[in-house]
């Protein structure tokens, strides 16, 4: 349920809530709602690429590999203020926290080498000015936050 307030002069604070199935057709949906929340809330065109990117990351990670039913349904959130823009993923998956326990990428490696993981969640680590992880109410949560350039 979309909900928009606005906070001051020409910035906006614009905040998004979803609930998806896990689906790949739920991860283009997000795509869609990132976009809009940048233009409706004026981003930077290096904010909206590094949200957008770190936003398909991580979702296409839940829906790839949490192992969800159609019925268990991922909870978005996307709050956008003059200061930042944060992210919260929440998943009704097996425990799992992808800053500990998806495998190190070896970035030295060529690219024949590399075992498969860990190099897009090391890729939103990168992106992000802050991701954290819990485990709560039997869900996953992570959340992300890009801070805005002033």
Same mark, same amino acid.
């Given at each position: ?13 614009? @905040?998004?809530? #979803? ?8 991860? *283009? @949906? ?15 065109? !290096?904010?909206?690429? @590094?949200?957008?990117? $770190? ?12 192992? #969800?039913?159609?019925?268990? %349904? ?16 929440? !998943?009704?998956? /097996? ?6 326990? $998806? /495998? $190190?990428? !070896?970035?030295? %490696? ?21 991701? *954290?992880?819990?485990?709560? *109410? ?10 805005? %350039? @002033?």
């Amino acid at each position: 349920m979309p909900c928009f307030a606005a906070t001051g002069a020409g910035i906006a604070a614009v @905040k998004r809530e #979803l609930s998806l199935t896990p689906e790949l057709d739920s991860v *283009s @949906k997000l795509a869609d709602t990132v976009a809009e929340v940048s233009a409706d809330d004026e981003w930077t065109p !290096d904010l909206e690429y @590094k949200v957008a990117l $770190a936003v398909e990351e991580i979702g296409m990670n839940i829906v790839s590999y949490a192992g #969800l039913s159609n019925d268990q %349904a991922i909870q978005v959130t996307i709050d956008s203020t003059p200061e930042s823009v944060t992210v919260v993923f929440s !998943d009704p998956g /097996p425990a799992f926290n992808p800053f500990v326990d $998806a /495998p $190190a990428p !070896d970035l030295e %490696a060529s690219v024949a080498d590399r075992r498969i993981g860990g190099l897009g969640v090391h890729l939103v680590e990168t992106l992000m000015d802050m991701v *954290s992880y819990d485990r709560g *109410s039997g869900r996953n949560n992570l959340t992300m936050v890009a801070n805005r %350039a @002033k």
